[in-house]
Each structure stands twice: as C-alpha cells, then as structure tokens.
C-alpha cells in the first residue's frame, strides 16, 4: 500500500518525468513473454563458467565448442591487470581468478602467453592457491591439485542429527544445506582426476604452512581453537571411517541417506535448490555413487543447464555464460508493481495475463521450511521457474504487493494464451491523475484465495523476534559459521530488514497493519535501524536498498512521516545524494561501512531512495533532482545502462546485476512520482 502526502505546488521535474516513464513504460511492455512472465538476465560473475567447464570436465562430457565459447567470455572479462572481479568496477578476486586461469587453460590456453603470465603471477603475490578459499580448493581436489587431508571435514553422518541437535543440516540456510550435503559424499569418497596438465606457476615460491579454513577473515582465537579442535577430530574419525568395520557400516548408510536427500530434492527441471552450487555438487556426488549420465536424474540434471546458459554471437565467435539462478517470478511481480504505478488500469491485458501466470506458480506442497513450521500450510511462490521445495517469503510478500494491483475478471480457458500484447496507444498517458494504480482492484475469488494462502504462509513464517528471513524461520545458529568450513558466503537465513519491510508492507495493503504479526514486524524495523539513520540492505546493495525497502514499509504500516526514524532515515538519504543528482551505493559498503551509500548513480539505487522519500512525503530539491537524473540518463529505447551490480547473494562474497531492477525500480519512482497530487 502507498500512502502518498501533499506535496507543494510545482512539480518542476513533471514533464521529463511524464516522458521518460511512457518511454519506459513501454519497453518493460515489450519485455513480457507470451505466457505473461518477465524475466532479465541475472548476473554474476566468471566462477559459474568456469565451475561448469570443470563439472563437465569430471563428468567427462566437456565439448570443444562449449569449452571454447565460454572461454571466450571468460577471456573478455578479464581485466588489464590479469585479475577477475566478482562485480563490475570491483578489486581482483583471488579464487575467482584462480577458477578463470583453470578453466582458459582447460581451453588451451598456454601459461605463457601474456594474459596468463599475468594471472598467474597475480595469484602468487596474493598466496597463491593455499590462500583461495575452501570451494576453490575442493574444485582443485577433484583433479588431484589439492590434497583431501588439507581441506576441512564435513562428514555425511551429518545427515543423521536430528533438527534440534547443533550442526544438523537445517541449521544452514536452504542454498547452503542443499550444497554442503552432496559435499559431505564427495569429501567421503575423495576422488582425484588429473588434469591434462599442472599448476605450479600458481604456488608462491617457498609457500607456507596450509592453513584449514579462512585466511582473510581471522575468527575469534577460542572459536577458532575450539573448532580447529574439533576439525583434527573429524579428520581422526575420517581416518577410521576407511578402517573400522562399523564405522564403514555407518558411513556406507549415512552415504545413502544423502543420497536419498539429494534425490527427493531435485527439482521438476532437474535443477537443485534453482541455484548452481547445490546443481553440480549434487551432480557429482551421485556421480561418484555410481549414477550413470544416462539416469534419469543425471539425465535431468544436466539437461537443465541449457536454460541456466545464454549463448550470443560476437565478431570472434559465439560466447556461452552461464547464470547461477533465474528470477521470473521476483521479475514479474516487480513488473506488475511498476507498470501499476505507471497507470496501468487494474484489469489491463498485460497485468491480467502476468497474475494468471503468477498463480499457476503458487507452490502448495512441502518443503524444508515445514521442519521448524510443521503445523503451517504451505502457500507460497518461489524465486525461480521450479524450485518448489523451497518457496521464499520475499517473493511471496511481493506477490502478494502485486496480486492486489490486478483485477481478473474469470478464470481463463485451459491453455488459452490468445490475450494480444497491449499497444502504447492503449494506454493512459503517464501523470495524467489517473488513481487507478492506487485504486483497490475489486477481489475475484481466484485471486484473493492465493493472496490469503500467501499471507498466512509468509505470517507463520515469522521469526521468533518478529523479523522474516528469505526461507526458513529462525535459521540463527551461529555456530555452523565458525566452522573453518565455512570461508565463503552467509550460511545461515536470519531475518532481514529488507525482507521484514516487504512482508510489513504486504500486510499492510490488506489491512493487517494492526496484527500482532505487523506490529511485531514494525518494532524488529525500528530496532534494526542503523544509528546513522539506515538500514542494512541483506538482498541488495545496501543501505540505499534496506532503507528504500523500510520506509515505505513504515508508512504503509502507519508510522508518521514526522517520526524520528523516519526522519532520520530521510536525512540519511539526502545527505547521501550524489552531486549529480541520483544515488549509488558501491558493494564494497558490505566491507567498509564508511562507503555506506556511496557510489556512482545507478539507476535502481536512485529510484530505491526515491520511493523512500515519496513514500515519507518527500518534497523539495532532492526528490526533483533525483527524478531530473533518472529523465536525463534514460537511454532512447526507455531503459537505463547499469553495468554495477546492485543486487547481493552473499554479502562480501557473491553479488548480482539483476538486468531488469534497471527499468522496473525507475518506472515505479516515476510512476508514484507523477500521481502524488500536486
């Protein structure tokens, strides 16, 4: 629910901004798939390609043509200093580059030549590959160019503890559990397929003593004792598992267990989680247990990556990348939202045919989120095409943000797809004092039955403290990242400032501000909020997406504008407006809090603090500079260039550029820009 406040006459950025969002408008129009879904491209960086070049590799099914085609891309994104990043304009990353070198010289690539040279000697003034983080040296174990004794334990008798013993599996987060439980089969097997040649020129001269576990981030030294401690011990017990006739009676049957985990969780597109770690991990441990390429689920498995793979022709041939998820359905939500703010009608064709596709993907079956919610019905949608075993809370939340936005009047036909693309012509002009964005759609039973399973789901779905995580509820342990397994990325899913608001402000647009579940959510958000004024941005980057994502989600829960935190977080937004009029936020923010909200303009970003501000009543220079910037960089097709990345997998760790927050997050700031009245 927007609450929109009287603004002061003279809108002075009004005619741009009526132009940009038609212009704008009817792009994203022109985006949407024949059977009403959106879906851009999602970013990352060069590991994916590189990752799969190695998987096919071990699995033996690696061709030349797509082993020079992703090498091609690998290749242009590397930058003048030899280094790959992992996000546009970020520093070189050491395991990063390490997996890009492997996988060119998989390619042919020679050492020598100079691009090479100039990784290799990069990597060995970092540390070489003993300083690369455990996923990158368990990569290099599979080929015999790490030793299994130097990488930490994570045994597969795991699998066995139950859900309220420490260390369990879902004491991880969804994305983590699902790649650390294939892990422990692959670590138990420990195999080692040479590579057709070595890599010695990435050892620093006179390397020292290995290290087990993170080496850029020291942990607290008794944590860190007590957990080496326990890592010695699972290597000892990893020593007789190979021995000990019960002990190899327990690892054969816990072996199996995962396996059957792993089995149960494959999705209908043979994907794992939707995400690639737990895909080619899964892979490969099934794989080692003797699982044929002809099985229908390895059959599956690999199947599915053509349509994680996107393949373009350039002048030096055809390049291949790969993406590490997708996101139709967190796509098309944002679009209905922003074509709604731009004055779509509620029952306009493209709206109607989004909200059909939208509730063919309401997930009504189990998943893991039932273990720490057994009594809860399901009734929620997931981030990607098929991942039904794990909907998330965030998607749901805005599902139900856009399900209200729509009015369908019956049900369609059975496979009926015949509803024609609206024209620009069709539309009301951008400004033109329409409400009817605004405007409650009147409920068909269709609709509001999903919009009710979905609100009960994501209510039950609360935290103990009031805040909502991406998937689980109360995924807090803090011990299972003190393991010196756990080098890279969030491994728990706690709640979220970003997530919270999202869900307080669904709650909200149907009237449910006053519930307890509301009022809850409201206190977690203002206890979360930094002292500067801010709030941490979990699932984007980063305090301009946590506070763009709060107010609003405060005002909508009937917080004044004229309260401190409100205030506060509007102070914080214009004390950290750029010069020339928008906002960025560079991903290094996540190591350094002193860049918080710092950056170059993008596109997202300025549109994120100004559907704070508009939301908070915002009225005055910073509002109209900001809508000025996004009129004036406007590309003439009507989207925006965004090569930053502004989206977050893993804080410090993974980030993403979502190829179309750069056009929906724009078209809904304007949107709400141009009907707040004047």
């Known amino acids: 629910m927007i609450v929109t406040h009287p603004r002061p006459a003279g809108r002075s950025a009004a005619g741009p901004a009526a132009e940009a969002l038609a212009r704008a408008r009817d792009h994203l129009l ?14 990352t960086n060069v590991t994916m390609d590189a990752e799969d070049l190695l998987l096919r590799e071990f699995l033996g099914v690696r061709t030349a043509e797509q082993t020079q085609a992703a090498a091609r891309w690998i290749a242009a994104q590397q930058r003048d200093d030899g280094t790959w990043a992992n996000f546009y304009g970020g520093p070189g990353d050491l395991s990063t580059t390490v997996e890009a070198y492997v996988a060119l010289r998989l390619a042919g690539q020679p050492a020598q030549a100079p691009h090479m040279a100039r990784a290799a000697g990069w990597i060995r003034d970092q540390g070489g590959i003993p300083a690369t983080r455990v996923f990158t040296r368990i990569w290099l174990a599979l080929f015999g160019e790490w030793s299994w004794d130097d990488l930490p334990v994570m045994p597969p008798e795991l699998i066995y503890l139950p859900a309220w013993f420490p260390f369990n599996v879902y004491d991880w987060g969804c994305w983590a559990r699902q790649t650390i439980v294939p892990l422990t089969v692959v670590g138990a097997i420990r195999p080692a397929t040479p590579l057709p040649f070595g890599l010695k020129e990435l050892w620093p001269a006179g390397a020292g003593p290995i290290v087990i576990g993170r080496r850029d981030r020291p942990k607290d030294p008794a944590w860190a004792a007590a957990f080496g401690g326990l890592d010695r011990a699972l290597h000892g017990y990893e020593r007789r598992a190979h021995r000990a006739a019960p002990v190899r009676a327990v690892r054969r049957a816990a072996i199996r267990r995962c396996a059957e985990w792993i089995i149960a969780r494959q999705e209908a597109d043979g994907c794992w989680g939707g995400i690639q770690p737990p895909w080619v991990y899964s892979l490969i441990a099934l794989r080692l247990l003797g699982y044929g390429l002809d099985h229908p689920v390895m059959r599956r498995g690999l199947a599915g990556l053509d349509r994680f793979t996107i393949t373009e022709d350039t002048p030096d041939g055809p390049v291949r990348r790969m993406e590490a998820c997708q996101s139709p359905v967190w796509d098309t939500v944002l679009a209905i939202i922003a074509l709604a703010d731009a004055g779509l009608p509620a029952d306009h064709p493209a709206l109607a045919k989004a909200a059909d596709w939208l509730l063919a993907e309401e997930i009504t079956g189990p998943g893991d989120w039932q273990v720490r919610r057994p009594a809860l019905s399901p009734g929620g949608w997931a981030f990607e095409f098929d991942n039904d075993n794990y909907p998330d809370i965030d998607d749901t939340a805005e599902v139900v ?71 689980d509820a109360d995924n807090t342990s803090r011990l299972v990242a003190k393991l010196p397994f756990c080098d890279f990325g969030a491994v728990t899913d706690p709640p979220s400032a970003d997530v919270t608001a999202h869900v307080v402000e669904a709650l909200a647009a149907v009237g449910q501000a006053g519930s307890r579940a509301a009022r809850r959510g409201v206190v977690w958000l203002l206890r979360a909020q930094e002292a500067d004024g801010s709030w941490f941005g979990r699932w984007g980057a980063n305090y301009v997406y946590g506070t763009g994502a709060v107010v609003p989600a405060l005002i909508a829960a009937g917080v004044q504008p004229g309260k401190p935190a409100i205030r506060r977080a509007v102070a914080w937004l214009e004390e950290h407006q750029n010069p020339d009029g928008g906002w960025g936020e560079d991903m290094r923010s996540y190591d350094d809090q002193s860049l918080a909200g710092r950056g170059a303009s993008t596109a997202s970003q300025t549109a994120w603090a100004l559907l704070a501000l508009l939301a908070a009543g915002g009225a005055g220079p910073a509002v109209e500079a900001g809508v000025r910037w996004l009129a004036r960089h406007q590309r003439p097709d009507g989207t925006w260039d965004e090569p930053q990345f502004t989206g977050t997998g893993f804080p410090r760790d993974f980030y993403l550029n979502y190829h179309l927050y750069r056009l929906v997050f724009p078209v809904s700031a304007l949107g709400r820009y141009l009907a707040e009245p004047t």
Request: aromatic fraction near 8%.
């Open 401 to 471: 943000l856009a399900l209200r936005r729509v009015r369908l009047s019956s049900p369609p036909a059975p496979g009926d797809r015949s509803a024609a693309r609206p024209s620009a012509s069709s539309l009301p002009a951008p400004g033109d004092g329409s409400a009817a964005a605004f405007a409650p759609p009147r409920p068909d039973a269709r609709r509001q039955a999903a919009i009710s399973r979905g609100l009960a789901w994501i209510t039950g779905m609360a935290s103990a403290d009031g805040g909502w995580a991406a998937f």
């Open 30 to 43: 022109g985006l949407q798939h024949d059977q009403g879904w959106w879906q851009g491209e999602l970013e």
